[in-house]
């Protein structure tokens, strides 16, 4: 498995109710071991999530069922972790 950062930033038109959809579907994936950490930014302008997967195709299949990047409200990027 592969690490992918994935980077949401909130548009100006997100809608607030969808932040609790979002978390739950983040603990959900946290429980399944395909989430290892996340977290979101200071100033409240959106987050990341390092999500395990087996290839960017399979990220971006996750990443679509994600309730943040189903909404419209978030600009999302996935990029392939390479820790040291």
């Known amino acids: 498995m592969q690490r992918y950062l994935v980077y949401l930033l909130r548009r100006p038109d997100y809608d607030p109710a969808v932040v609790a959809e979002h978390l739950a579907w983040l603990a959900q994936q946290r429980a399944q071991g395909r989430v290892e950490l ?3 930014f200071g100033d ?4 990341a999530y390092l999500l395990r997967a087996g290839s960017l195709a399979e990220a971006g299949q996750w990443v679509a069922s994600d309730p943040a990047q189903r909404s419209g409200g978030w600009d999302v990027r996935v990029h392939e972790w390479q820790a040291e």
């Open 44 to 47: 409240k302008s959106g987050g």
């Open 38 to 40: 996340s977290g979101g």
